[in-house]
């Protein structure tokens, strides 16, 4: 998730009573063997933040869930794990993190998938409560969620029944935070963010004895440049991944803004609004997308360039394509991508304009009042965009509830769902595996590039899969430009290539949030877990690679 506002959620804050009595009907029982855990640690969010403690200590629970007629008996994990400078070895960092394992499972035969949000400055919160843990909340996306009492509800779309699940906290966020004598604003950073978690991870791998399990990464906007880097530096230590999910991915920021590969996305919100010029409305969003992309390529690309020069047919077809009139996009340069001086998209807050109303940045469907003071709130607060503010509520109590009464867990800190300080502090210099600077220009504006990362790893380790999960309504990381991103990145072998997929889906920058498209993406993940589970030779010959990089860096 793209962050840009911080927000801290104490798990000791008063909740509904309803809502806690809702949960507890529909939740699943506790087990003997639960232990129950009390963090008395205080962890710090700002920059110059650190604790002294370097236990590693978790609430343990157990639980069961039926998934498909097939019923899982599972535990979860919620607690820290200590990572270490892999020169000294000293503990660098405490880091929060909850997994969700199989019981009585082989190593060998039971992938397992680490999750994180984006921001940078997210903790995973989100896609933990929304995409597929063993439970999640319910909303009414693209509506409002209406207040408490919520309620969450076992998960039928959970990928437990394909992997182990673990949802990591960047140091800064959730309850993880840096060991003294380091601070937290040591990890704030696109290669010193990696790192850790590439520290985290091979400290789980260690910790439960999963060093030969099939391994898998699932990262969300940032997250997706986080994983480019993270596989990379993965495979350079010796850990080789079998699949890679990209959800909603940013890999060029130098594209950010591009109207190319924004048009699909804002004429698929007009699709939705009912805004076309276009009669009959088209019946199927995806074949519309295509054809909006075509034109985008082509002749939207060459009228841009031939601005103020225009052509009328192809500003006809751009006026048909997103609802706006001819007066208007010339108003703009004809750059759908546009702002004002506050930050406001221009067509986002133009369509429904007539009615009051403002789309969602984060998903288009969503709508919210643009009159009188809704319509001056800071665009750049993430938690006041539209799409955020119909389920902040939901997640901020029910993140609550589960945290602790379900999973045990309880602290006197407050939980760090948002960081802004660390996205303001964030160090974007990135240095890829060609060694050169891919993250600032000389200026010190953001340049940050790592496709170049994936096709790096993906070229080294010719098994690996990836997904790119994209959703047709999302103006944040539009699907578009993803897909030029992915088209355009230096991966020259076709072979490999075919290991990439992209699929798109009626929703937001929050795929899952969806019902429909959250179960067609857990088809798709299922589809990928399948076919690099079963494929034995492709298992043999990445266990082979990650053994001859171990044996190397000795």
Sequence with gaps: MTNTESASVSPQSSHNTHAAAATAAAGASHKAGDQPFFDPVAYGNGPDDSVTDITETAAITHHSIVIGGQKINYTATAGHLVIVDPS??????????????????????????????????????????????????????????????????????????????????????????????????????????????KQFIKRFLTKNNRWNSPKYLFGESYGTARSCVLAYRLHEDGVDLNGITLQSSILDYTQSGNPVGALPTAASDAWYHKKLGIAPRPTDLGTFAEEVAQFARTDYLAALRKFPTTDSATVEKLSEYTGIDKTTLHAWSLDISSYDSRGNSLFLTTLLKSQGLALGEYDGRVTAINTGIAGKIDPNSGGNDPTMTAVTGVYTTMWNVYLNEQLKYTSNSAFTDLNDQAFQYWDFSHIDPTGAQKGLDAKGNIILYTAGDLAAVMALNPDLKVLSANGFFDYVTPFYQTVLDLQQMPLLSQQVRQNLSARFYPSGHMVYLDGGSRTALKGDLAKMYDATVSNTQALGRIRALQARVVHQAK
């Design 88 to 197: 000294s070895s000293q503990p660098e960092a405490k880091m929060f993190y909850v997994a969700f394992t199989q019981d009585n499972q082989k190593e060998e035969a039971r992938p397992v998938t680490f999750f994180y949000n984006g921001g940078p400055g997210s903790s995973s919160v989100f896609v933990l409560l929304g995409s597929f843990a063993p439970r999640r909340i319910k909303t009414s996306m693209p509506g409002f969620t209406p207040p408490a009492p919520y309620s969450m509800e076992d998960n039928p779309d959970s990928l437990l029944d394909k992997s182990d699940l673990v949802f990591i906290n960047p140091v800064g966020t959730g309850y993880s935070a840096a060991i003294a004598p380091k601070t937290n604003r040591a990890f704030w950073g696109v290669d010193q963010d990696a790192d850790s978690i």
